[in-house]
Each structure stands twice: as C-alpha cells, then as structure tokens.
C-alpha cells in the first residue's frame, strides 16, 4: 500500500518471551519455503485461503492449525478488531535477505503488511526506498510496500515476524496518522506504546476476509486503479510525453470497452471469453506501445498495469464457490450476444471456458498439462 511515509511505528508493544514460547513449538517441517524459492526465507501460515498451506491471494480467508495452537498470537490478530487477510511466521536465515522489489499487485494496492518482530538483532535492516530500519522486537511496524523494499539479515540469527495482512478501517489509519511515529529522519523521537499482554482466560475472535476477489472486475474499480497508475506515470518526469499520451489512450479505450461489456454479460459466464480477448488485446496494445513507462519508485508501469488491473479484474476460478443455485439457472438460460469489435473470443479465451478451475490456482490443471492452473488455463484468470 501506498503510504506518506516509508515506515511508521505503532502505538503498540506485545510480550517478546509468550512470542518466543508459542512459536518454539514449531519444528522445522512446519515452515514452508518461500513459493518463490528465495533462499533462506520460509514462512508458517496463520491465516490463508480456507486455512491450508497455501500461498494463495483470492478466496476465503481462514484460521489454519498452527494458528488455533497459538492462543497469545490469536489474541494479538485479534487485537486490532480489524478483518485479516493473509497472515503468517515469516523467518529469514542467517545472513539471508528478502530481495528488492515492489508489491504492485491487485492484493496489496488496499492492504497494509504489519510487523511485529519476535527474534531479531540490531544485524537486522529493513529498507525502503531511501529509508532503514530496526524493527525491535515486540515492537509493531507498517511500511510503504509499493515502493522498492528488501531486508538484509547480517547476523547470525534467525530473523522471525509475526506478519498480519489488512486493509484497514477509519479506526486503524487514525491510529497510524494520529499516533503512530512515522520515519521522516534518522532522530525520530520514541514512540509510548500500550503494552498487548497475554490474557490466559480471553476469549479471541477474529474476523477474516471472506470476499478478496471479484469474479469479474466492476467497471468503477477498474477506472479507478487505471487512472491511479495514469497519475503515478504522469508524475514522473524520465517518462517519454508520447508513451504517456499513448498509455492516456490505452486505458480509456480499455475501460470503455470493459463498460460495454459489463453492460452485456456483468459476471455471467456467456461474457467471460469476451472479457479475456479484450485483456489480452489491451496487454499486447501496452507492450508494444508503451514498454519505457516507468512509475516513480515501482518500476515498469506495464507490469503494474498487468499485475494491478489486468491479473486482477477477472476471476473465474471464484465462481464455482459465490454461484446460487438460481444465479446458476440463470446463466444456463440461451441468450443471444451482440456482436462487437472486443466480443470475439480467442481460442486461448474459448479453451479457457472449457477447463472447470479447480479449488485453488496452485492446484494441477484439469486439462491434463502437467501445469499450475494458474500457469496454464488460468493464465491472467
């Protein structure tokens, strides 16, 4: 998420050695390496797609086991009153470092990442643009995640965050603009916090996102994310005048054609091969005409564009777990389509329609390939 500032520091302290207790009975068979195969990083679900071990983004979010045996880190989730998205124990070996990069995609554009770290030394750096930090154990941490960030572990310890996904309510950013210690120069004074112990008899409830992901994007939200990436291109000065004109072009053309669309078909299935061809288009129109465009701490503009709005407006794999039984029946009624210059389907949409998704875009794909589905059928689904 985009924030004023690089790091700000929370109001809130919680009890190191309880930490440090809840997640000594973990083995090492219970973390999992990370998906992307970044050496020395793995990580423990707490919160995820239907409560397994997945990396996933999209679809109910739910407890997994190794957070029900964690009383003092449930109460710490639900602690803040907020919906929680993905959460996780995120460890980093020895010497290890979580790469460079931005996190451009659909799921964090909303989302806040909070920190709280449990074992760490001072040999640990977070950076963020042209800011750095020591998170402090117990201590609670939020960061700008769109703009360029890693972490450097140069001790000879093993780094471990409690790490929690939300978006927020009016409550949590008043917190974080109100009282926070936001890092604006290397003095920043300290920050009181309120101590977040372990309550033995509390009774937790968290509340957990249920509807990450639409089906099929509404035409407001993708104006709105377009013309969030068109301000950011804009802005930055080492951006060529006539990409920036033709990128201008580009997503109104998309978005318009996205309108008519959704005026025909909304989520219904008769319109997804149409949906598809029109994304494919857009994303070959934005490769080849605007391949220099660059935002200002996020890198390529075209891989955001794909990441944030075209990835991201269409779901399908989704619709099998929201359909009623009378919004099935519905979609099975013939019904006869308009002919447009966007509604011809591709043999790769067309294909598409013909593979059922599976529970989650991990999961093999049921056209045999060998493949993710996320990889094959459900490739920018």
Not at 230 to 240: F, I, T
Not at 303 to 327: D, G, W, Y
Request: net charge negative; proline share 7%; hydrophobic share 35%.
């Amino acid at each position: 998420m985009k924030l004023p500032h690089e790091f700000y520091q929370l109001p809130y302290r919680f009890d190191v050695p309880k930490l440090i207790e809840e997640i000594s009975q973990f083995t090492e068979d219970d973390w999992v390496t990370h998906h992307e195969g970044f050496q020395g990083n793995s990580a423990i679900p707490l919160i995820s797609v239907n409560g397994e071990f997945n990396n996933d983004f999209k679809g109910p979010m739910k407890p997994t086991a190794a957070l029900e045996q964690s009383p003092y880190i449930k109460q710490i989730l639900a602690s803040f009153g907020e919906v929680l998205s993905r959460s996780r124990l995120m460890r980093l070996a020895p010497g290890a470092q979580v790469p460079l990069h931005s996190d451009i995609n659909y799921h964090w554009y909303k989302r806040v990442r909070v920190h709280i770290p449990i074992t760490t030394t001072e040999q640990v750096q977070f950076y963020c643009h042209d800011k750095q930090v020591h998170m402090g154990a117990g201590e609670c941490w939020i960061f700008d995640s769109w703009k360029y960030h890693k972490v450097e572990n140069n001790s000879d310890q093993y780094r471990v965050h409690l790490v929690i996904d939300l978006a927020g309510s009016s409550a949590f950013w008043r917190t974080v603009f109100q009282h926070s210690r936001a890092i604006v120069a290397p003095q920043t004074p300290s920050l009181a916090c309120s101590s977040i112990d372990y309550q033995p008899e509390a009774q937790t409830d968290i509340i957990t996102e249920q509807y990450n992901a639409p089906i099929i994007m509404p035409v407001a939200e993708v104006e709105y994310l377009t013309n969030e990436l068109l301000a950011e291109v804009k802005h930055n000065p080492q951006n060529p005048a006539a990409e920036i004109d033709a990128f201008n072009l580009l997503i109104a053309e998309f978005v318009a054609d996205w309108r008519m669309l959704w005026l025909q078909f909304e989520c219904q299935q008769q319109g997804w091969p149409q949906y598809h061809a029109l994304r494919e288009h857009t994303m070959k129109k934005a490769m080849q005409q605007v391949p220099s465009l660059q935002l200002a701490h996020s890198g390529s503009a075209v891989k955001a564009f794909e990441q944030l709005v075209i990835v991201a407006c269409m779901n399908i794999e989704l619709s099998q777990t929201r359909q009623s039984p009378t919004h099935q029946a519905a979609q099975a009624k013939p019904r006869s389509t308009p002919q447009s210059s966007v509604a011809k389907p591709s043999a790769t949409a067309a294909s598409q329609q013909e593979v059922a998704a599976p529970p989650t875009r991990n999961s093999p794909c049921p056209c045999g390939s060998g493949k993710r589905y996320k990889a094959c059928h459900g490739k920018m689904s």
